[in-house]
């Protein structure tokens, strides 16, 4: 299963309590991306689709894609706030050779 690091959950809890986002959840779906593999969507929506899996966050309720579940089984999505580098990684998603 995907490990969501604590500072991901830590975002997403902050995302989710803004006044706008009151009540919603996290949903994370592989999008088909360039030459170098899928791309993960992070959206904030109502709730879950029929036949997303449920993450173990009571806190804050994340979703997946059902079809993407299995690719991110040994995946880790993490959050880095390192001076100009921020924003939500994926590391340890199999993908193939990149081009370019």
Known sequence: MIEITEAAM??????????????KV???ALAA??????ALGIDIVDKGKPGDVKFKSEECPVFIEKRSFTQLDAATL???NQGVQEGFFLKGLQRGSCCG
Not at 10 to 23: D, L, M, P, T, V
Not at 33 to 38: E, M, Q, V, W
């Open 26 to 28: 996290v949903r994370l």
């Open 78 to 80: 993490d959050y880095i």
């Open 10 to 23: 830590r975002e997403f809890k902050k995302i989710i309590a803004a006044e706008s986002n009151k009540g």
């Open 33 to 38: 991306g360039g030459c170098c593999g899928p």
